[in-house]
T-cell receptor
Framework: DVKVTQSSRYLVKRTGEKVFLECVQD?????MFWYRQDPGLGLRLIYF???????EKGDIPEGYSVSREKKERFSLILESASTNQTSMYLC??????????FGPGTRLTVT | GIQVEQSPPDLILQEGANSTLRCNFS?????LQWFHQNPWGQLINLFY???GTKQNGRLSATTVATERYSLLYISSSQTTDSGVYFC??????????FGKGTKLSVKP
C-alpha cells in the first residue's frame, strides 16, 4: 500500500511565524503535490514537483514556498504565516500526475 | 480550463440504500479519479478510471469519456460510507482538477 505521511495532524501557529509542513512518501514516486482545502473553494493546488530540486507553481503559490531535497520528502513553507492561511493542507504523491495518493492532512490554524 | 461538476451536492440515504453520484467534465480527458474524503479529512483513492467500468466490493464506477461523464455507484450503503466524494480529472499543467464534491450522509 502507498503510504504518504504528514508531520502533524493539527498545528497552531502565530501570525508572522515561519511554518514548515513536511510530507514523506515511501513509494519512490517522482511526483509530489501540495493542496489546500477550504469550505466552498474545494481543493486548490499550491505547488508541485516532478523531481528532486524541481518545483512548479500551482494555482495559489503566493505566500508559500517549497523544498524538495530528497525524492521522498516535499516540504511546504509559509514564510510569514497569516490568518488567511488557516486551512487544511493536503500532500499527495504519484508515479503519474494524474493518479495521486493523499496523506492524512494537516489542519493549520494561524492566530 | 477544464470544468468539473458533480451532482448532487448533498445526498442523505438510509443505511442499505443504493446511490449514484455523477461527475461531468467540460473537455475530453484521458484520466479520472474518484476519491472519498472521510470525516477526519483523509482523501482515499477509490478508482482510477479514465474509461470503462471497475468494481471494488460495493462500489463501482463507469466513465464514458466520449460523453464526458463518470458515475460512481454505491450499493447497500453503510454509515461508514459517509463523507465527501470527489472526482478529479487531469489538467493541462500536469495536475488534477477537482470537482466540488458530493456530501453523502448515511443514516442508521
Amino acid at each position: 500500500d502507498v503510504k504518504v505521511t504528514q508531520s502533524s495532524r493539527y498545528l497552531v501557529k502565530r501570525t508572522g511565524e515561519k511554518v514548515f509542513l513536511e510530507c514523506v512518501q515511501d513509494m519512490d514516486h517522482e511526483n509530489m503535490f501540495w493542496y489546500r482545502q477550504d469550505p466552498g473553494l474545494g481543493l486548490r493546488l499550491i505547488y508541485f514537483s516532478y523531481d528532486v530540486k524541481m518545483k512548479e507553481k500551482g494555482d495559489i503559490p503566493e505566500g508559500y514556498s517549497v523544498s524538495r531535497e530528497k525524492k521522498e520528502r516535499f516540504s511546504l513553507i509559509l514564510e510569514s504565516a497569516s490568518t488567511n492561511q488557516t486551512s487544511m493542507y493536503l500532500c499527495a504523491s504519484g508515479t503519474s500526475p494524474y493518479e495521486q495518493y493523499f496523506g492524512p492532512g494537516t489542519r493549520l490554524t494561524v492566530t | 480550463g477544464i470544468q468539473v461538476e458533480q451532482s448532487p451536492p448533498d445526498l442523505i440515504l438510509q443505511e442499505g440504500a443504493n446511490s449514484t453520484l455523477r461527475c461531468n467534465f467540460s473537455d475530453s480527458v484521458n484520466n479520472l479519479q474518484w476519491f472519498h474524503q472521510n470525516p477526519w479529512g483523509q482523501l482515499i483513492n477509490l478508482f482510477y478510471i479514465p474509461s470503462g467500468t471497475k468494481q471494488n466490493g460495493r462500489l463501482s464506477a463507469t466513465t464514458v469519456a466520449t460523453e464526458r461523464y463518470s458515475l460512481l455507484y454505491i450499493s447497500s450503503s453503510q454509515t461508514t460510507d459517509s463523507g465527501v466524494y470527489f472526482c478529479a480529472v487531469g489538467g493541462s499543467q500536469g495536475n488534477l482538477i477537482f470537482g466540488k464534491g458530493t456530501k453523502l450522509s448515511v443514516k442508521p
